[in-house]
């Protein structure tokens, strides 16, 4: 069974400018995804793939033990282009690197770090374990619910529930389970790719829920208040 891990990255942004090379409680905020994919392949056979517009980011992450000779081409380096274009741009560059066909893809967001190598085996696991899934990704229980307490707004100008026909629904505890995705990793079976799908969403993928805190960092709040959990470790989980 042969794994890519691949690590996305690229140059801009704006919410936290320059947010993936960004110091978070001592260590580059790329360098914790490289070190849980470095654990990782310590029990896989497993490629670590780096895909970046930017060669600041290539050099912090030679610094964190990943190089790599690969650039992302221009067409896929903007706001609009795709993850899943990204991703297979890099898997195809690494099967012809290293003359072989990779079965699965496992794909870290640098942004959202909080996870373990225990998470990413589980995950694993439970796509193994059913045969017709073309992926598995990451998700955390929602804090709010579509079917009880959150609403959208109509033309006329009042609001009604994200879900229509659910106003029977009238607890939480009554309304069907649903998750946030925290965006934090993304397992790809080969036939994912095979048969063309352009969304992490299809008809057939896998929800692996995070049991401890996990969270993306959108804004500048969001990395203080991650900083603070590592520095205080106030974490529910060793990371």
Do not use: W
């Amino acid at each position: 069974m042969d794994i890519l891990i691949t690590i996305c990255a690229r140059g801009g942004s704006k919410g936290i400018p320059g947010k993936n090379i960004k110091l978070l409680n001592g260590l580059p905020l790329i360098g914790y995804t490289i070190q849980t994919a470095k654990h990782f392949a310590e029990k896989f056979s497993t490629v670590i793939a780096l895909s970046t517009d930017s060669s600041d980011i290539q050099k912090v992450a030679a610094e964190c033990g990943l190089k790599t000779d690969y650039l992302r081409p221009d067409n896929l380096a903007t706001d609009t282009a795709g993850k899943i274009a990204v991703i297979e741009d890099l898997k195809k560059y690494e099967e012809v690197k290293n003359n072989l066909e990779f079965d699965f893809v496992i794909d870290l967001d640098i942004t959202s770090p909080l996870r373990t190598v225990m998470d990413l085996e589980n995950a694993l696991d439970m796509l193994l374990h059913d045969e017709q899934a073309y992926n598995v990704f990451s998700v955390s229980p929602a804090n709010r619910n579509p079917y009880f307490n959150m609403v959208e707004s109509r033309n006329d100008g009042y609001v009604q529930l994200v879900k229509s026909g659910t106003e029977n629904i009238l607890s939480r505890q009554a309304a069907p389970d649903v998750y946030d995705m925290n965006a934090s990793f993304y397992i790809f079976r080969k036939s994912f790719f095979q048969d063309r799908h352009v969304s992490s969403i299809t008809n057939r993928s896998l929800a692996y829920v995070m049991s401890h805190t996990c969270f993306d960092l959108d804004h500048p709040m969001d990395f203080t208040i991650m900083e603070l959990l590592l520095k205080n470790d106030k974490l529910d989980f060793d990371l």
